[in-house]
Each structure stands twice: as C-alpha cells, then as structure tokens.
C-alpha cells in the first residue's frame, strides 16, 4: 500500500539556521498539507498546497516559511532562521478524498 | 470560531469494559467529522469519518449536530486499542486543512 514519506526522521538544528524538511506525497494525490505538533499540544495545521500553489495557510505559516514541489513528487517546508519555538514535529500530509500522513520529522531547534 | 476539544486527556478502561471518547467542536457550517488514531510508534491514521457510517474495529461515531458532539464509542475495548486518538473536523469540500483536538490517550488494562 502506498505510504506519505518523510525525511529526515530527525533533525537537530541550531537556532538562525534553515531548514528544509522533505515529503514524499502518494504518487495520484493532489492535495499536500503540512501540520505541526509541538510537545503535549495539539497537532495544528501550517498549510495547503494544490496545483502548485498554496491554498491556504495559518497563522503560524509566516515569512519565515515557504513550501515548494520542485520535481512532481517530493514536496518541502523550508524553515528560513529556525527559533526554539520552531522545536516540533512536523506532519506532511496528502490527499484524493482521505488525508494520509507521513511518519513525521522531529525538529530539534537548539 | 472553528474548535475541536477532547475534555479526557487520558482515558484508562479495562478490557472489555465499554468505551467512550468525547468530542465536541464548534464550526460555523456543516464541517466533516473525523477520528484519527496513532498507535504506539506509528503514524496517524484515519479510523473513522462521519459520511461513511462505518464501524471500524469495533469503533462507531455518530455526529449529534444538536450537541455538536461526535463521541467514539466502543462497546467492549481490547488491549490493542490502546493509543491516541484525535478527533478533527474540516469543510466538506476535497483539500480542506484538518483542524484537531487534543487528543485522548487511551490505556486499555487487562
């Protein structure tokens, strides 16, 4: 059965560092989705991506954020100057009807 | 304001005993109703949506629009069930971001 993947499944990052988080989507799905968990908190949506370009975003999807699908199949969150706050993991998702999420990447901002 | 909220952060049970999840939300519109479940070390995974009606290991769900509540029920809980559960909603319509609650951890004791 196709499965979201996600790489790295850890990274350690120092703080005012980029970083680029990568996904794997299901090959036939055209919705992507990043979300965030910070720890012992609810797992909170960042943003949508359809036909190449964001469909909508939260809050917390600042400037500081970008996402990209540069080659038809992976798709990346890129953190531009990581903060401490930024420590979490981070879900991509995709979707035809149901969202399937990946295994997640944890971020470790020091 | 759109809300999901899961009042039992953790929920311990013996097997066999009957099983009951809360969720309640808050949604202007009639959103889609979700559980989510992540077992131990896995990823989140839909268990059950509100349109199918389904029962899914046991597990049922019925939207109560009057209460604005979709509480997981099961009727004698194993060992296995054992993980977090999230209840979600989104929109109706495909691509919709997923908004969560904060989860029930549920310990099924034998």
């Given at each position: ?110 | 304001?759109?809300?999901v909220t899961q ?17 309640n ?76 609650g ?9």
């Amino acid at each position: 059965e196709p499965e979201v993947t996600q790489t790295p499944s850890h990274q350690v990052t120092q703080m005012g560092q980029e970083v680029i988080l990568r996904c794997v989507p299901i090959s036939n799905h055209l919705y992507f989705y990043w979300y965030r968990q910070i720890l012992g908190q609810k797992v909170e949506f960042l943003v949508s991506f359809y036909n190449n370009e964001i469909s909508e975003k939260s809050e917390i999807f600042d400037d500081q954020f970008s996402v990209e699908r540069p080659d038809g199949s992976n798709f990346t969150l890129k953190i531009r100057s990581t903060k401490l706050e930024d420590s979490a993991m981070y879900f991509c998702a995709s979707s035809h009807n149901e969202q399937f999420f990946g295994p997640g990447t944890r971020l470790t901002v020091l | 304001a759109q809300r999901v909220t899961q009042p039992e952060k953790l929920l311990s049970v013996f097997k066999g005993a009957p099983v009951e999840l809360k969720c309640n939300y808050s949604y202007s519109g009639s959103p889609e109703l979700f559980w989510y479940v992540q077992y131990s070390r896995q990823r989140l995974q839909l268990l059950l949506r509100h349109i199918s009606r389904e029962s899914i290991k046991g597990f049922t769900a019925d939207l109560n629009k009057g209460e604005t509540s979709f509480h997981l029920k099961k009727p004698f809980a194993q060992e296995e069930d054992s993980a977090m559960y999230y209840c979600a909603l989104s929109r109706h319509n495909q691509g919709g971001k997923l908004i969560f609650g904060q989860g029930t951890e549920l310990s099924v004791k034998p």
